[in-house]
């Protein structure tokens, strides 16, 4: 059975989420733009060898948290959907997780 709190832990897992892949898209230019710095000024080996694994590894988020956001956009979903049918469909709980839901469809749209 659905709950309002439940509602709450699942609207605030998605904003999380959003926040953690926009962190992660930061991250690799940053690091994109520090290995191409690093190999402008010809860089040590090693060290632009390193420097590539972190871009690598930064990378290799971005997917896993998109995976992580359309799970947990399905689950925001169902629950409010569970909600709705169960006559609550009002309040500010319920208001946060519609909006929610809609910039997450829009990330997803424009991504």
Known sequence: M???RNLKIKTS???RIIKELHSYEKEVEREAARTAEMKEKGADPYDLKQQ???LAESRMMIPD???R???SLADLKQTLAELEDSNQKEGIEIEDA???ITDVERFFQSG
């Open 2 to 4: 659905a709950t309002v």
């Open 13 to 15: 897992t998605c904003k």
């Open 52 to 54: 590539e694994n972190v």
């Open 65 to 67: 948290c998109r995976k």
């Open 69 to 71: 956001l359309e799970a």
């Open 98 to 100: 519609r909006s929610t």
